[in-house]
């Protein structure tokens, strides 16, 4: 176990010792964090890192864990979950805590007639997440529907516009800074419940291909112009297996781990699928994932 240890001015805080990535990640593997902190708002989350600062404790963000690859072995960060922050106050604008997860917020859309953001249907996210990774599908991405989000900026509260948040394709200024994203403001229009279900439902049609199993999503992100799932199948890498790891049959930007894969082998599959794809096409492929 790493030597990571708290002191009695984090007791206020709720703690969830040793947490599991196995249990906890989409990818379903990696080893123990032995302290991940949840902090329930906004002045927690700013209290939470001044403490950390101060004592000097690597850290580490983590929302649903579904575009993350965890490592092996006894985790040396203390973990940030924002599941707890999960308020949807509407009012004239809609504001969405960090932890709504995307079934959550398009639950309470329905409910109150608010079309915009049917697109995130299915994909396994909370907001915080899909606003730091400008998560979004067929040309849809949250980034557009952005107002403003607020975060915890060095050791403050600050609400940044949409332009200072610099979205572009699978990219935020959050990737740069680090900040903790504690919720955004969403342009979001009235609408009849029935066209948002609609939507929905079309969103989720498109969906139906995807493979089931445990997995991050898309392993990399699509080159300029070219789909990264084509450029895997062209290097004849469909279906290649690395120990528990599999490139996956049905869309080759996906790796399944459907036996109990390892991080190490899941790491290996990547590097031979970068490899090959440069091999034959000479594009370097980057991955969308995040390492933890
Ligand atoms: C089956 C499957 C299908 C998927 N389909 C899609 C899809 O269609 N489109 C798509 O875009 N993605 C898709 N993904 C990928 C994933 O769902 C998105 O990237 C999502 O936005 C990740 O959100 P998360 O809450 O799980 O973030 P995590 O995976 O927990 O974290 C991702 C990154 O965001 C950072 N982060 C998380 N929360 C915060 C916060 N509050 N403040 C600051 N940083 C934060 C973390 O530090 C990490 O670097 C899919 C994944 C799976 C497993």
């Known amino acids: 176990m790493s030597g990571i240890c708290l002191d009695e001015k984090y007791a206020n805080f709720t703690i969830e010792k040793n947490f599991e990535f196995t249990k906890k990640s989409t990818i379903g593997c990696g080893g123990v964090a032995p302290v991940a902190v949840y902090p329930e708002n906004a002045q927690e989350c700013v209290t939470l890192l001044r403490y950390l600062k101060a004592d000097g404790v690597p850290y580490q963000i983590v929302g649903n864990l579904s575009n993350v690859l965890p490592k092996s072995g006894a985790y040396d960060k203390v ?55 400008n998560a979004g599908v067929a040309g849809r991405y949250i ?51 029935a066209e948002i279900l609609e939507n929905i439902q079309a969103y989720t049609k498109r969906r139906a291909h995807l493979p089931k199993g445990k997995s991050m999503g898309c392993v990399f992100k699509n080159p300029k112009n070219l789909i990264a799932g084509e450029l895997i199948e062209g290097a004849g890498l469909k279906g290649l297996r690395v120990g528990g790891a599999q490139v996956s049959n049905e869309h080759a930007n996906f790796i399944i781990n459907d036996k109990g894969a390892t991080p190490e082998q899941i790491k290996t599959l990547i590097k031979i699928i970068k490899n090959a794809v440069f091999a034959q096409y000479n594009i370097r492929l980057e991955e969308e994932i995040r390492y933890l």
């Open 79 to 133: 973990l940030i979950s924002t599941k707890r922050l999960c308020d949807v106050v509407f009012d004239k604008e809609i504001f969405v805590g960090a932890g709504v997860t995307s079934g959550a917020f398009l639950r309470f859309c329905k409910e109150n007639g608010l079309s915009g953001g049917e697109f995130l249907v299915g994909i396994p996210c909370t907001i915080g997440g899909a606003l730091y990774m």
């Open 143 to 193: 980034g557009e529907i952005v107002e403003s989000v607020t975060a915890v900026c060095g050791s403050e509260l600050k609400t940044l516009t949409r332009a200072e948040c610099a979205y572009a394709y699978k990219q935020s200024v959050f990737m740069q800074t680090g900040d903790l994203i504690i919720g955004a403001s969403l342009r979001l229009k009235r609408a009849p419940q």
